[in-house]
């Protein structure tokens, strides 16, 4: 009975230790080796850009909105900044000028489909019809869109398939600060300045409370990330950055 309690105990403390584990991963960031073994399990989606040079891009999902979006394009061009805006389509009908600013501006367009919702939940045949009717919409809008991003993340073979058949590249990223769930802009911004690197992918949120949590975040990052030297891209930028590794 000794034993059994001694073993009970250590398996507790282990689990325990494995939990601590992992949330200390999960609040202070994946190390990038860990990014990138998750790209290479499950391939056909862009997490980072292999490059020593100090350009990060940065991804605002869930847009647009007509309150919170003018607020972020002000902030980035303040900042001579450029973003990637993962547009719902259900959203842009009504803010097709606004979509039509952001391209001008210099930013770009990407197809986050067509309503706030886990797109691994579709099946292929929904999924791929949500993806050309947000293409559609989106070049209708004037802002034709190269890059897809599946609603919630998570993607298969199937859907990544589909992207490629309808002219996308898929992309995710590699820092995600959990903005939809940690609605703290403070931890946000600390989470993307500990974790950003040359190459990489920042995540963030536009639309109601969590644009407006995002216009806060920036208003934190863009002029830290411009003293360290960085600029801040389009993911059509970042890919067009030479690999300048040489060690």
Do not use: K, Q
Not at 5 to 20: C, D, Q, S, Y
Not at 112 to 130: C, M, Q, V
């Amino acid at each position: 009975m000794r034993r059994a309690t001694r073993l009970g105990l250590a398996i507790g403390a282990f689990v325990g230790l494995a939990l601590a584990v992992a949330a200390a991963v999960l609040l202070a960031g994946p190390p990038p080796a860990l990014v990138d073994a998750v790209a290479r399990r499950f391939p056909g989606c862009l997490y980072r850009v292999e490059t020593d040079a100090p350009v990060v891009a940065l991804t605002l999902d869930d847009g647009p909105d007509a309150r919170t979006t003018p607020r972020l394009l002000a902030l980035l061009a303040a900042h001579h900044a450029r973003a990637t805006f993962f547009l719902i389509s259900e959203r842009v009908r009504g803010n097709e000028g606004l979509v039509a600013t952001l391209v001008r501006a210099g930013h770009e367009a990407g197809n986050h489909l067509t309503r706030d919702e886990p797109s691994i939940r579709l099946g292929p045949a929904r999924f791929e019809a949500a993806l050309a009717g947000a293409d559609r919409v989106l070049a209708n809008a004037g802002a034709p869109a190269r890059w897809a991003r599946p609603g919630g993340g998570w993607y298969t073979a199937a859907m990544v398939g589909a992207m490629r058949r309808h002219g996308y590249r898929c992309a995710l990223g590699s820092v995600y600060p959990y903005d939809p769930a940690i609605p703290w802009p403070r931890y946000a911004a600390w989470f993307i300045l500990r974790n950003v690197r040359p190459g990489a992918i920042v995540v963030l949120h536009d639309g109601g409370t969590r644009g407006a949590r995002t216009a806060a975040v920036l208003a934190r990052v863009l002029p830290e990330l411009g003293r360290r030297g960085y600029r801040v891209v389009t993911l059509s930028e970042l890919t067009r950055t030479p690999v300048t590794r040489t060690r």
